[in-house]
T-cell receptor, first 112, second 113 residues
Framework: TQLLEQSPQFLSIQEGENLTVYCNSS?????LQWYRQEPGEGPVLLVT?????EVKKLKRLTFQFGDARKDSSLHITAAQPGDTGLYLC????????????FGGGTRLMVKP | NAGVTQTPKFQVLKTGQSMTLQCAQD?????MYWYRQDPGMGLRLIYY???????DKGEVPNGYNVSRLNKREFSLRLESAAPSQTSVYFC????????????FGPGTRLTVT
């Protein structure tokens, strides 16, 4: 069974602060996706990283895939209240039939 | 372009009752999925359908059945609901092929009393 562990589980910060969310596994993934979910809605895809060491930026969000493709991080610069939500990482592996394995999520609250 | 739609949005059942959750996508995706989301446990795959006419079990299939009615529609049935099936259910779809990015519906919040 492939596991993805996210940390921290909960994060409450003030507007303007920076933060990093981690997604770790002992398994290798062919790609890793990050989703954001708001209350009462389904997850929405933010980004997909596919190459070891890859860095992708989406405005104030920076996503990195580990060199060994076993871990990933999400860094938010100058967080805003609109960033509040549940962040989920999901790894895709051929060994799992190309199904996604989801982490438990990081619930972020950004206070104004 | 509605993406992935799910009905109903909310449902309350009594133990032993049955119901079907409906899902439809208009993105011409081959693959469709049903997940359940419980606090602190992320999303767990119940069943998936790689293409029209095929379905396969996921991580937590017990107590559920699915039907891939056509390319657009994928339904999830609870034959005899149990309190352990209280959860939020999400349907998703994706193209067949890497990177297997999935698009989710808004979810169905189910409570079994």
């Amino acid at each position: 069974t492939q596991l993805l562990e996210q940390s921290p589980q909960f994060l409450s910060i003030q507007e303007g602060e920076n933060l990093t969310v981690y997604c770790n596994s002992s398994s290798v993934f062919s790609s890793l996706q990050w989703y954001r979910q708001e209350p009462g809605e389904g997850p929405v895809l933010l980004v997909t990283v596919v190459t070891g060491g890859e860095v992708k930026k989406l405005k104030r969000l920076t996503f990195q895939f580990g060199d060994a493709r076993k871990d990933s991080s999400l860094h938010i610069t100058a967080a805003q209240p609109g960033d509040t939500g549940l962040y989920l990482c999901a790894g895709c592996s051929e060994h799992a039939g190309n199904m996604l394995t989801f982490g438990g999520g990081t619930r972020l609250m950004v206070k104004p | 372009n509605a993406g992935v739609t799910q009905t109903p949005k909310f449902q309350v059942l009594k133990t032993g009752q049955s119901m079907t959750l409906q899902c439809a996508q208009d993105m011409n995706h081959n693959s469709m999925y049903w997940y359940r989301q419980d606090p602190g446990m992320g999303l767990r795959l119940i069943y998936y359908s790689a293409s029209e006419g095929t379905t396969d079990k996921g991580e937590v299939p017990n107590g559920y059945n699915v039907s891939r009615l056509n390319k657009r529609e994928f339904s999830l049935r609870l034959e005899s609901a149990a309190p352990s099936q209280t959860s939020v259910y999400f349907c998703a779809s994706s193209v067949t092929g890497p990177p297997y990015e999935q698009y989710f519906g808004p979810g169905t919040r189910l409570t079994v009393t």
